[in-house]
């Protein structure tokens, strides 16, 4: 499993943000794929996740109605897209093989999202 992270950067708070994520080494298109982030000194957490066919996607209480998580079978991607961000939202972000906490293979590099005024 490879996969390689980008689009992070820093932005306003209630500003927007469209992370992307190529994957490689699996077959993709069999495999739900998922957003973490991750605070130092804090566990990583879930932040949404997506079924394979793209048809279902789960969301943590604090994306709802913000991010929304999609997917390209046809690219091997997985993109995020975060509006309405808050300083909270700063953290590594790193995309994940596997549907909800079943994640599977090596994380990637992760990009940061830094949101500050």
């Known amino acids: 499993v490879q996969l390689v992270e980008s689009g992070g950067g820093l932005v306003q708070p209630g500003g927007s943000l469209r992370l992307s994520c190529t994957a490689s080494g699996f077959p993709f298109g069999r495999y739900g794929m998922s957003w973490y982030r991750q605070v130092p000194g804090k566990t990583r957490e879930l932040v949404a996740t997506i079924i394979y066919a793209g048809t279902k996607t789960e969301y943590a209480e604090f994306a709802k109605g913000r991010f929304t998580i999609a997917r390209d079978n046809s690219r091997n991607t997985v993109t995020l897209q975060m509006n309405s961000l808050k300083s909270e939202d700063t953290a590594m972000y790193y995309c994940?093989?596997?549907?909800?906490?079943?994640?599977?293979?090596?994380w990637g590099q992760g990009t940061q999202v830094t949101v500050s005024s």
């Open positions: 994940a093989a596997g549907w909800r906490t079943s994640v599977f293979g090596s």
